[in-house]
C-alpha cells in the first residue's frame, strides 16, 4: 500500500470504529482493521480489569472458533502480554517466543512469532492493549505498523468513551420511563380514590337507611373507618407514587412531607434538615434524592427497627450531600445482592448522576447512607 492508500485507510478506519455505538462493536472493529493496515495473521484487545494487573475480556480475530475452542482458557496477562499492561508503551518483537519474559502459549496455539502490541489509553488510565502477531508475508512489523497501531488505538479509545455514553444515555431513558410509569399510576390512583368514595356513598346510604339511632350508629362507625383508612392510603399512595410537591415547590417542602408522612405512619422520629440554600436545583437531581431518600426511609420501616432516623441534605457549591443515617439493626452492606431492587436502584440513579454512595452499616449499630451528586458549575442549564 502507498501512503496515500495507507492515509485513506487510515482515515476510514477511524470512520468506521467511531461509527459503532456498542463496545463490542468497537472493540471487533479495530482489531479487523488492525490486522488488516498492517498485514498481521492474529489481532486481539485484551481489557484489563478493575485491579489493572490482569485482563478480563480478551477479543480475537483471526483464530476460527474451532480453534479458540481448543485452545482453552483465554490469556489472564501473564508473559508479554503482561510486560504491556505493567508498562503501557508500544512493544514491537521480531519473536516473541525467543523473548525471555515469554511463558510459552498453551497447548494447540497457532504459531506467533512476530509481535506488536500497543496500549490503548482512556482518559489517561490504560483501558486495554491491542495485540497483533504474525505479519504477512512472514517478517517483523515496521516502525510505520506501530504508528498506524498506535493511530487506531487512539481513535478507539475515543470510541470505546463514546459507547460508555451511549450505555449511560440507555439508563437514562429507563429512569425517565420509570417515572413516566409513575405518573402513570398517579392517575390510576386518581381513579381508585372514585372507587373509595363510591364505597362511603353506599355507607352513606346504609346511615339513611337505618331504622334506629343505634343502626345509624353503627353504620356511621364503619364509614368512618372507611373514610380514614381511605384518606391513608391515598395520601400514602400518592406521595410514594408522584412527589407532586416536587414539581411544585422543589426539594426541600417535598422532603419534608415525606419524613411527616413516614413519621405519621410509624413509630419512627425522623429529622429532616436541608440546607439547599436559594434557587432550584436541576429536576433530574431533585427527582434522584427525592427517591433515594425515599427507598432508604422505606427501608428504615422495613429492615431497621429504629428509632430515630435523620436526613441531612447540604448543597455545597460544587456537590449536593445526602446524609441518612438511622440507629437501626443494621445489616451486612458486603453481604451481596440480594433480591431487593432498592439498593439498586439507588445505585443506578447515583452513577447516572456522576455521584458516590457509600454504605455504612454495622450489625446491631445503626445504617449510614451518605450520598454525594455533582452539581454542575454556574448556573444551572435547561438540561445536565
Ligand atoms: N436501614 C437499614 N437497616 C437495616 N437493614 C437494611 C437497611 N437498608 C437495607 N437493609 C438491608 O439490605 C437489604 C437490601 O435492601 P434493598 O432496599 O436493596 O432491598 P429490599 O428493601 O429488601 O427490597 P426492595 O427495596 O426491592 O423492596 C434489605 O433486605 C435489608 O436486609
Ligand atoms: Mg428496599
Known amino acids: 500500500m502507498d501512503a496515500r492508500a495507507r492515509r485513506r485507510a487510515l482515515v476510514q478506519a477511524g470512520i468506521a470504529i467511531t461509527s459503532e455505538l456498542s463496545l463490542d462493536a468497537v472493540l471487533q472493529t479495530l482489531i479487523r482493521i488492525a490486522a488488516d493496515l498492517t498485514g498481521a495473521r492474529y489481532s486481539a484487545l485484551g481489557v484489563i480489569d478493575a485491579s489493572g494487573r490482569e485482563l478480563d475480556r480478551f477479543v480475537t480475530y483471526g483464530i476460527d472458533d474451532a480453534t479458540r475452542a481448543t485452545i482453552g482458557d483465554l490469556p489472564r496477562g501473564r508473559g508479554i502480554l503482561g510486560v504491556l499492561i505493567t508498562d503501557a508503551r508500544p512493544l514491537r518483537l521480531d519473536d516473541l517466543t525467543t523473548d525471555p519474559r515469554a511463558v510459552g502459549f498453551p497447548d494447540h496455539h497457532p504459531p506467533m512469532r512476530s509481535f506488536l502490541g500497543v496500549p490503548v489509553m482512556t482518559r ?6 491491542l495485540y497483533l502477531a504474525e505479519k504477512q508475508p512472514a517478517g517483523p512489523f515496521s516502525e510505520e505498523d506501530q504508528e498506524i497501531v498506535t493511530l487506531l488505538a487512539a481513535q478507539a479509545a475515543v470510541a470505546i468513551e463514546n ?3 451511549v450505555q449511560r444515555d440507555a439508563l437514562r431513558r429507563a429512569v ?3 417515572e413516566a410509569e409513575r405518573k402513570r399510576l398517579a392517575r390510576e390512583l386518581h381513579d381508585e380514590t372514585g372507587q373509595a368514595l363510591t364505597s362511603i356513598l353506599l355507607g352513606l346510604a346504609a346511615v339513611e337507611r337505618a331504622e334506629t339511632a343505634a343502626d345509624a350508629r353503627a353504620a356511621a362507625g364503619e364509614l368512618r373507618e372507611l373514610v380514614v383508612e381511605t384518606l391513608q392510603n391515598v395520601r400514602r399512595l400518592a406521595v410514594e407514587l408522584r412527589p407532586s410537591a416536587l414539581d411544585d415547590f422543589g426539594l426541600e417542602p417535598a422532603l419534608r412531607r415525606l419524613g411527616q408522612t413516614v413519621k405519621e405512619s410509624s ?11 436559594s434557587g432550584r436545583l436541576l429536576p433530574e437531581i431533585e427527582t434522584a434524592v427525592y427517591r433515594i431518600v425515599q ?10 427497627a429504629a428509632e430515630r432516623v435523620s436526613i441531612v441534605v447540604a448543597r455545597l457549591p460544587e456537590k449536593l450531600t445526602v446524609i441518612i443515617e438511622d440507629d437501626g439493626s443494621g445489616f451486612d452492606p458486603g453481604a451481596g445482592p440480594g433480591d431487593g431492587l432498592g439498593l439498586l436502584g439507588m445505585r443506578e440513579r447515583v452513577e447516572l448522576l456522576d455521584g458516590s454512595l457509600a ?3 454495622h450489625q446491631g449499630a445503626g445504617t449510614t447512607l451518605a450520598v454525594e451528586l455533582p452539581l454542575p458549575r454556574g448556573k444551572p442549564g435547561p438540561r445536565g
Not at 124 to 129: D, E, I, S, T
Request: glycine share 12%; no cysteine; proline share 0%.
Open 359 to 361: 454504605i455504612e452499616a
Open 163 to 165: 459507547a460508555g455514553s
Open 267 to 277: 413509630a419512627l422520629d425522623v429529622q429532616v434538615e436541608t440546607r439547599l440554600g
Open 176 to 178: 425517565e420511563a420509570q
Open 124 to 129: 489517561g488510565v490504560a483501558f486495554g492493549n
Open 295 to 304: 427507598e432508604a426511609l422505606t427501608n428504615v420501616v422495613k429492615h431497621a
